[in-house]
């Protein structure tokens, strides 16, 4: 029987009756995919998943794993659906920007690095608790990271593309205005034209000394050397989880700046990622098996 569906798991539920095959993004498809309707690419697989949405002629809809999916929409063909991975990575997402935050405002790399040598020197550190929060980005990740910041009893400013004003929620465009006043600044911003070089030198120069930028969003929403000549004076901190370039080369300076905490683009792939993924590929095959409309469809 034709598999009408290419999954990257064997250990999911599969409607009954439709015929399936495995491509977990490493070892090789099968050589005859012409039935496919329904793929699910394999998450964080590399560049070799992607390509093999142009060759599938039977294709009718896509679901990435990824919250963004921008880097997939130019190659998915018109009529068939994309669907996102919305909702799959909020709480992952959102420990890792706390993380990032802990790590940085309680000096976790200096003592880290004091243990190794059996040190006791002491200092009093920041603090999250009572830190003027400007949290960039106000989609599900930024409402998991709010939740996480309140808890904490941080001072939130939400911002997002477009102001939102019954929702307390500013513009970009009132970032100049805002980023004075800011301790932490968090970004959860996708790829897009007007995401980036969203902090350039103007809009850091902005910040105040000592003030944290963090970014789990895309990299290119920062210019990495404004942000470099303002950490490397140490006017500025850093705690990034995407970088740009991406991945940053082994000599790049940014690495070994005082200051600055840098993690290789892992916050969406906690333990936590992969039983709610299945859950959700199950019921998109369930809806596509069925003629219901599929959920996060973004094209």
Do not use: C
């Amino acid at each position: 029987m034709t598999a009408r569906a290419l999954l990257p798991w064997t250990d999911i539920d599969v409607p009954d009756g439709l015929a399936v095959a495995y491509y977990d993004g490493v070892a090789p498809p099968a050589d005859d995919l012409s039935g496919v309707e329904f793929y699910v690419l394999p998450y964080d697989a590399g560049p070799e998943p992607p390509k093999l949405i142009g060759k599938l002629p039977a294709l009718k809809a896509v679901q990435a794993l990824s919250a963004g999916v921008e880097s997939l929409e130019p190659l998915v063909p018109g009529g068939v659906a994309l669907a996102n991975g919305r909702g799959l990575h909020d709480l992952s997402v959102a420990e890792h920007a706390l993380a990032l935050i802990y790590a940085s405002q309680r000096f976790l790399p200096r003592w880290f690095a004091q243990q190794a040598t059996g040190s006791w020197a002491r200092e009093h550190t920041m603090s999250l608790a009572d830190s003027r929060v400007l949290l960039v980005g106000y989609g599900s990740i930024g409402h998991a990271i709010e939740r996480q910041l309140l808890a904490a009893e941080s001072v939130v400013t939400r911002v997002a593309s477009r102001a939102r004003p019954d929702e307390d929620v500013h513009g970009v465009a009132e970032l100049p205005a805002l980023l004075p006043a800011a301790d932490i600044v968090v970004l959860v911003l996708p790829e897009t034209p007007e995401t980036k070089g969203l902090l350039g030198a103007r809009e850091l120069a902005l910040l105040p000394d000592h003030a944290l930028v963090v970014n789990v969003g895309r990299g290119s929403a920062i210019d990495t050397a404004a942000l470099l000549a303002e950490t490397e004076r140490g006017r500025l901190r850093a705690a990034l989880d995407v970088v740009d370039p991406e991945p940053l080369p082994a000599d790049h300076p940014l690495w070994k700046v005082p200051g600055v905490v840098i993690t290789p683009h892992v916050a969406g792939g906690s333990a936590s990622f992969y039983p709610r993924a299945k859950k959700l590929v199950a019921e998109q095959l369930r809806r596509f098996v069925a003629g219901e409309p599929l959920l996060n469809v973004v094209s």
